[in-house]
């Protein structure tokens, strides 16, 4: 189903909002970043954590991944479409 212009919800844009809650209930009962919440270099956006770093000299802004979902999130980042990545097989080609 597609989002309609109005902003009528659609059962799609439903899930898109229920794996959003699902992410960020994760980053917030996640023991390994309980202390990252309190830290300098830590920061919340519209209840998502981030980080900022600067390295050389540009300033990084990261989404933080609870450790239940880095295997998924590096997974996509290496094999999605819409990634720079095109796989392991692809890469030694």
Not at 56 to 81: F, W
Request: glycine share 6%.
């Amino acid at each position: 189903m597609v989002d309609t212009m109005d902003g009528e919800e659609t059962a799609e844009t439903s899930r898109g909002s229920m794996l959003a809650d699902n992410f960020r209930f994760e980053q917030e009962q996640s023991a390994e970043l309980a202390m990252a919440w309190k830290h300098d270099n830590y920061y919340e956006v519209d209840g998502y954590l981030f980080h900022r770093d600067k390295i050389l000299g540009d300033n990084i802004r990261q989404l933080v991944i609870p450790k239940c979902r880095r295997n998924e999130v590096l997974k996509l980042s290496h094999t999605s479409v819409f990634s720079s990545h095109m796989g392991p097989k692809r890469a030694l080609e």
